[in-house]
């Protein structure tokens, strides 16, 4: 089993900056990627960014993509989401998620894990 916890969600204006950290424990020899996913109310979960444990893969959907960077600390075990230029489209609870083998990248479903979710809310 792996155990992820997020942090570093908030509240902040229009055009601000936000870093969510994502801590993995336990079998993190398993991990293959981790991602970021939000979903905001009333709607359905969707894929924010991923990464390769290895860091050679990376992987943005098109609405955050040039505003939001993922990165990771093997040695910490830990994903970051770098928030900037936030909209309050930006609004949701984030999750972070890890898969054990490669697939779709973008899928909720291929992913194994999931943390307990951090809001962000973004003000106009």
């Known amino acids: 089993q792996v155990q992820l916890v997020e942090s570093g969600g908030g509240l902040v204006q229009a055009g601000g900056s936000l870093r969510l950290s994502c801590a993995a424990s336990g079998r993190t020899f398993s991990i293959h990627a981790m991602g970021w996913f939000r979903q905001a109310p009333g709607k359905e979960r969707e894929f924010v960014a991923a990464?390769?444990?290895?860091?050679?893969?990376?992987y943005y959907a098109d609405s955050v993509k040039g505003r939001f960077t993922i990165s990771r600390d093997n040695a910490k075990n830990t994903v970051y989401l770098q928030m900037g230029g936030l909209t309050p489209e930006d609004t949701a609870v984030y999750y972070c998620a890890a898969r054990r083998f490669r697939g779709t990248y973008y899928s909720t479903d291929e992913y194994h894990y999931w943390g307990q979710g951090t809001r962000v809310t973004v003000s106009s």
């Open positions: 990464i390769s444990w290895s860091g050679n893969s990376i």
